[in-house]
């Protein structure tokens, strides 16, 4: 587990970066703290790489500061920036970019030589990096002839050779196939809690980042709209965005009818009980959405509306394999995607019942 009360490994401070009239980073503060993995997750151009290659160095930012281990390394107000190569951090880039021309143990060492560490405990170190990422005996053969999993270790082994205080790692495993790409997530995970150090990794793919984060920062348009847990982003998104961001959501205007329960205009007999304290949360508004995963809704082959429960008919049935995914459309008429179990099958036209585990739902102001 991250140190909880231990100083920040990296510390960013209202951190600014406008290009021509994009503000690609719009005032981000965060830390991470010393064994972490955190993670910035969101869209294409949210500004996850521009905030990366900040902390690395390789931009300079407009305004805020960025402080390594407590010390200042950029400030916009001073004009200062530390060149990358004095920050003592490794990284591995979405184009890894390992060195064609040479070996792979020259490939691991090159850091270690640019530090000028002498021969003998450079020969060691990489031996020793070379084991920590499954490369061992590996040493002598070019860098290319390898698979892509194993030029990204070596990518990897180079980043951890000189044992730096932050990995800075941005969408290291896009270039990988999909099931590679699993495997690799979880190996780097073990590797980083074995190492201890902590991690600012940057990720498009919510699974990825669910995976291998102790706590995700999701992002929009430059900013940081929520940071918490993947546990907490996940049960407790604090905005639309987050919600639709992190896995599947379903969603229903709903009309509260009390403080506990809320009906859904056009399904009749419908009536949904609220969480405790759900409605709260949106008091004065008369337009409301109820949201909840598809992991929370249940199919049933009695089909009568009542309490919790949509009167549907399927529509289409995918199997994939461990799950089947059956297109619905209610009696209302509102069509959704209700994944279920092998266990019970429905054929296409079958009239069902979808079962909301309420307590698992989250109420919204209406969109
Ligand atoms: N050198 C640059 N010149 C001009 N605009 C840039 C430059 N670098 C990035 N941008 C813009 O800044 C915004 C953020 O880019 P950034 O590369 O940080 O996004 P990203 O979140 O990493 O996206 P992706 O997931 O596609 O890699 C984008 O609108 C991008 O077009
Ligand atoms: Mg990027």
């Not at 290319?144 to 941005?170: C, N």
């Not at 990988?176 to 793919?205: N, P, S, W």
């Not at 992190?246 to 949904?272: D, H, K």
């Not at 598809?294 to 429960?309: C, F, K, Q, T, Y």
Request: glycine letters at 10%; a negative charge; charged letters at 20%.
């Amino acid at each position: 587990m991250p140190a909880i009360n231990g100083d920040a490994v990296l510390e960013l401070r209202d951190v600014q970066k406008t290009f021509g009239s994009t503000a690609a980073v719009d005032g981000i503060t965060l830390s991470v703290s010393p064994g972490e993995v955190f993670t910035l997750l969101g869209p294409s151009g949210c500004g996850k790489s521009t905030t990366l290659r900040i902390v690395a160095g390789l931009e300079e930012l407009d305004a805020g500061e960025v402080l390594l281990g407590g010390r200042l390394i950029a400030s916009g107000a001073r004009g200062f920036s530390l060149p990358p190569e004095r920050r003592d951090l490794g990284m591995v880039f979405q184009s890894y970019a390992i060195w064609p021309h040479m070996t792979v143990f020259e490939n691991v060492a090159f850091p270690l030589k640019l530090r000028g560490v002498p021969k003998n405990v450079t020969q060691s170190r990489v031996e020793h990096v070379l084991d920590l990422v499954g490369l061992s005996g590996l040493g002598s053969r070019g860098a290319t002839d390898l698979s892509g999993g194993q030029q990204q270790r070596v990518a990897l082994a180079r980043a951890i050779v000189y044992e730096p205080k932050l990995l800075l790692l941005d969408e290291p495993l896009s270039n990988l196939d999909a099931k590679l790409r699993e495997h690799m997530r979880i190996e780097l995970r073990a590797l980083q809690q074995r190492l201890g150090i902590a991690v600012l990794f940057v990720t498009h793919d919510q699974a990825e980042a669910m995976v291998l984060s102790d706590r995700i920062a999701v992002m929009q348009s430059g900013r940081l709209e929520q940071v918490g847990t993947p546990v907490a982003l996940y049960e407790r998104p604090a905005s639309p965005f987050v919600r639709d961001f992190l896995g599947r959501v379903l969603t229903l205007e709903v009309c509260l009818r009390s403080a506990e329960r809320a009906e859904a205009p056009g399904e009749a007999g419908v009536v949904f009980q609220l969480p405790p304290g759900c409605s709260r949360a949106v008091d004065g508004t008369s337009k409301l959405v109820l949201a909840w995963r598809p992991e929370n809704v249940s199919i049933e082959p009695d089909s009568a509306p009542g309490l919790n429960r949509l009167s549907a008919i399927i529509e289409s049935a995918a199997y994939l394999g461990e799950r089947i995914e059956y297109g619905v459309r209610t009696a209302g008429g509102r069509s959704m995607l209700v994944v279920s179990t092998r266990q019970n099958r429905y054929e296409p036209g079958a009239m069902v019942g979808l079962r909301v585990d309420t307590s698992e739902a989250t109420l919204w102001p209406g969109e």
